[in-house]
């Protein structure tokens, strides 16, 4: 039987069932939260469920009533039929959340990243709690009405579901109001509300950031290397999702750092970032402003690689992730190694970290002389222990923790499985950092430093939680505590009185990205305002 043959149904049915549908199926993820923190224990937990359930699904009403209209109904259903099953796969999979920054971070993903959250599983539930609910919508014949009897019953609709709702608020609100103080992550799970709020913050609301670039340490300078000494090379290897805790030379079980622990490379073990995702913590790294002057700055300035930029040194930004630089490399010269097609790196469409090391010689060589003789700061962007896909961040030859978890839908793996590949890209990671330093070596006509801080960490299923990117507020510590390791070639400790012995017996000193701005700066000896001793990590072990 067609389908059309079928008596035309009103509008407000239409409404109706998919907005029942959204409010259960699609926030899974909320009823699961309510259930692991013991919230449905009792009976009047139930009882708060199903309010919250009717509030949802009457709000919803209320909203789509007002787009009850002939050419707007259906293709607004179906969108959101697709984002509240995607949303809710998602937060259900990895335990993530939907904020305005988890928005961002979406629309800045590369289509590469993307593929990496495909699994037959989101296969599934998009097929059936999008794909198949939008064609019985779209194929449903509806009898709108003159736009006069429309406009009417859409607002009557509306001021139904709003009435729904304010009524079950009433109802139940010393419960709600007191569950929602106590939890107040429960309201990025409101699916698709969050979505939505998200999406609309993104695109109108918040403060605006004005759109002229600052300027920015245009008095930083260089004293030029006496005759006969060497100008200074830094490697700033800008790590993807290191876990501080998974690195053993922060004391880990595992030694998954047995170059770095043979070069003697000196760490912060108690390092924090400034966000827990790439987008929100790499402009805030370079940034001279620190997390809380980043998050309420009303407009952009130009960050760490500009003010080595005007000091004269010479400045190079290689990158192995195909998410890209977020903005702070654009005013200097870069290259893109994730791309590449070096059958000793490159397999499947990206790169191992290795690749960055490549050519190195030829691309310093290429850069302004009159820039190198001042210093050269060479930043190296890691694809590091981009998940979920672990197990192809790491070559065969780094494999020595196994069986490793293969699949992308994560909780598929068990704890261990999960461990082994990650910590397979930390092994890997290490012998990317060795071989950089090995690299330094070698280059006498410098002298060289190596610096290795990671944008953000990762939760590997402790809670129920995977991958990163839950508000700052809400993070577990693994999502925020990155390794901080500094390596400097003798010639650079006797020059610049600031030694690996030293800064191991400051292991424990308190670190973040706030301290990286000037410690950078510390580092190649850069003078400018801009500059403050007391946030150098490395002042303590001075003078410069
Ligand atoms: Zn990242």
């Known amino acids: 039987m067609a389908l059309s043959s079928r008596r035309a149904v009103a509008p407000s049915a239409l409404v ?49 009533s007002l787009l009850a209209w002939r ?28 904020d305005s920054s988890m928005a961002a971070n979406t629309l800045q993903t590369d289509w590469r990243e993307a593929l990496g959250l495909l699994s037959p599983r989101l296969f599934v539930v998009v097929l059936l709690a999008a794909a198949l609910p939008s064609w019985l919508v779209w194929r449903l014949p509806v009898a709108h009405r003159p736009w006069k009897q429309q406009a009417l019953r859409n607002a009557a609709g509306s001021v139904g579901g709003v009435a729904v709702l304010a009524g079950l608020l009433l109802l139940s609100f010393q419960p709600l109001a007191s569950t929602m103080r106590n939890h107040k992550d429960l309201r990025y799970l409101m699916n698709p509300f969050n979505t939505l709020y998200a999406a609309g913050q993104t695109a109108f609301g918040g403060k605006r950031i004005q759109g002229d670039l600052a300027p920015l340490g245009l008095d930083a300078h260089v004293a030029a290397p006496a005759p006969g000494s060497r100008p200074r090379l830094l490697l700033l290897v800008l790590g993807e999702t290191g876990r501080s805790g998974n690195f053993g030379i922060n004391d880990y079980a595992r ?18 970032s400034c966000g827990t995702s790439t987008a929100a913590s790499v402009p805030c790294m370079f940034s001279n402003l620190g997390r809380a002057g980043f998050t309420a700055r009303a407009q952009d ?26 903005g702070v490399c654009d005013r200097i ?24 090391l490549a050519g190195l010689d030829e691309r310093i060589a290429s850069l302004p002389e009159a820039r190198r003789r001042l210093g050269v700061v060479v930043v190296m962007h890691q694809m590091g222990s981009h998940g979920p896909g672990y197990a192809q961040r790491s070559p065969p030859a780094f494999k020595r923790f196994l069986p490793e978890c293969t699949s992308s839908h994560l909780p598929d793996c068990g704890q261990e499985e999960l461990r082994n590949a990650y910590d397979n890209t930390i092994a890997y990671t290490d012998h990317v950092l060795g071989s950089a330093i090995g690299w330094l070596q070698r280059r006498t006509d410098y002298d060289g430093a190596l610096l290795y801080v990671a944008d953000h960490g990762e939760s590997l299923g402790e809670k129920n939680l995977y991958l990163h990117g839950l508000p700052y507020a809400l993070a577990p510590d693994v999502q925020k505590h990155v390794p901080w390791i500094t390596w400097l070639s003798p010639s650079f400790q006797q020059r610049t009185g600031v030694t690996l012995a030293c800064l191991r017996r400051h292991a424990d000193a308190h670190v973040t990205h706030d301290n990286l701005f000037h410690s950078v700066l510390g580092l190649m000896q850069v003078a400018t305002s801009a500059y403050r001793l007391s946030l150098d990590a490395y002042a303590g072990c001075g003078p410069h």
């Open 16 to 64: 109706a069932v998919p907005s029942l549908w959204m409010a259960l199926a699609g926030n899974a993820p909320l009823w699961r939260a309510l259930q692991v923190r013991g919230l449905l224990e009792a009976k009047s937990g139930w009882l708060l469920a199903a309010t919250l359930a009717g509030m949802l699904a009457a709000g919803l009403f209320a909203l789509l």
């Open 71 to 98: 050419p707007a109904l259906k293709p607004v259903l179906v969108l959101l039929l697709f984002a509240s099953a995607l949303a809710a796969h998602f937060m259900w999979t990895y335990g993530i959340v939907i």
């Open 255 to 272: 030694d998954t750092t047995p170059e770095l622990a043979r070069a003697g490379a000196a760490t912060f073990r108690n390092a924090w």
């Open 301 to 326: 300035s130009e960050n760490l690689l500009d003010v080595l930029q005007h000091a004269g040194l010479a400045v190079l930004w290689i990158d192995n992730q195909a998410g890209g630089c977020k």
């Open 333 to 356: 010269p870069t290259a893109d190694t994730s791309r590449g097609k070096d059958p000793r790196y490159c397999a499947g469409g990206e790169c191992h970290d290795e690749i960055l």
